[in-house]
């Protein structure tokens, strides 16, 4: 793990779907629906892969050529995750 990279709660139960991923957060009960984009990121999330990372890693699977748009795409993903307590920043 890499101090400050985003990493998934360990908590959370997640079941992969061929559409994408449902996470559970059983302390809260908080269930987040992933689409298969969001599955891919959250499959990202071991604590490795820095933000930037994050950003290249979609710009390729996708074929992403606007960089400001997969940045932004990123943060409001990692943004959403965090404040239901399904990511945090690996120590």
């Known amino acids: 793990m890499t101090p400050g990279c985003p990493i998934a709660n360990p908590e959370i139960a997640v079941d992969q779907e ?4 449902l996470l559970f ?3 809260s009960g908080e ?3 992933l689409n ?4 891919y990121l959250f499959g990202l999330l071991d604590g490795s892969h820095s933000r930037e990372d ?3 890693c979609l710009m390729r ?3 992403i050529g606007n960089r400001e748009a997969a940045e932004k795409d990123v943060d409001e ?4 995750l965090k404040d239901k307590s399904l990511v945090g920043d690996a120590l």
């Not at 061929?18 to 991923?21: H, S």
């Not at 993903?77 to 959403?80: D, E, I, K, Q, S």
Request: charge should be negative; charged fraction near 20%; proline fraction near 4%.
């Open 18 to 21: 061929d559409d994408g991923a």
């Open 25 to 27: 957060h059983p302390e």
């Open 36 to 39: 298969t984009t969001g599955a």
């Open 31 to 33: 269930v987040q629906i």
């Open 54 to 56: 994050l950003v290249d």
């Open 77 to 80: 993903f990692l943004t959403a």
């Open 61 to 63: 699977q996708y074929d």
